[in-house]
């Protein structure tokens, strides 16, 4: 094939265009969730108290457990956590309903909140 | 009558038995740990990668009920699925009481 000499600044560009495209697409699909703002996510917990904000509270259906501690768990794990519930990978129905309701935002905001480590009054304990 | 009696004393002594059973090994469960959860999650449940939750003092039955759905599939995530898979009912157990003995990293929140 022939290449106009003229074009290939061109063609370069393109290639480079094409190339960060692709990056920029590649690492769009790896960004986490917006900045979390933890008074924000408190301000939300009021769906998650009943449950979470209760030392040995058990979810009772579909079966009986005791709902997970998340006091100082890791905020990347809570987002996770939170959009599989909204996808369906996760199946609790309650945890399903809750975060289908939840924007991006609100779901970064209650990771950060919920990543503070214990209660406010004390350090984790068991 | 006698035979009603006999027929509870048997439902009794058949829900007995598993829970009997279930007394889970905390020694097993480490030993577990080590050579397939603790790369990920540490040796204490206090893993150091935001991308693995904690596990230290997480509630047993918890960790349990999350293991048996990773293994069905009813949880979908591939890597997890890949260890939960090569566990046995008993290896949950004993791997979830360890996590679960482990000191808290974790608390409820308000």
């Known amino acids: ?126 | 009558m006698m035979t009603s009696l006999r027929a509870s004393l048997l439902v009794v002594a058949t829900l007995a038995v598993p829970a009997l059973a279930g007394a889970a090994d905390i020694v097993a469960g480490q030993a577990k740990v080590k050579e397939v959860c603790q790369a990920c999650h540490g040796i204490d449940g206090n893993s150091p990668s935001p991308d693995y939750p904690k596990l230290g003092g997480q509630y047993p039955d918890y960790i349990q009920k999350a293991l048996r759905d990773y293994k069905s599939g009813a949880r979908k995530n591939p890597i997890m699925a890949g260890f939960a898979g090569t566990l046995t009912q008993k290896d949950i157990e004993n791997v979830a009481a360890y996590y679960a003995s482990q000191p808290a990293v974790l608390a409820p929140r308000y």
Not at chain 1, 17 to 30: C, E, G, K, M, P
């Open chain 1, 1 to 126: 094939m022939f290449i106009h000499l003229e074009r290939l600044p061109m063609i370069r560009y393109r290639v480079v265009l094409t190339l960060s495209l692709i990056f920029s697409a590649a690492v769009a699909a790896q960004t986490p969730a917006p900045a979390g703002d933890v008074a924000k996510g408190e301000e939300k917990t009021r769906m998650c108290e009943g449950c979470h904000g209760i030392e040995g509270w058990r979810t009772a259906y579909p079966e009986v457990y005791h709902v997970p501690k998340l006091g100082g768990q890791h905020a990347a794990y809570i987002v996770q956590a939170l959009h599989e519930y909204k996808n369906g990978d996760r199946s609790h129905p309650s945890m399903r309903a809750i975060a289908a309701s939840l924007t991006d935002q609100d779901i970064a905001n209650l990771a950060a909140y919920y990543s503070q480590g214990g209660p406010k009054t004390q350090t984790a304990k068991k």
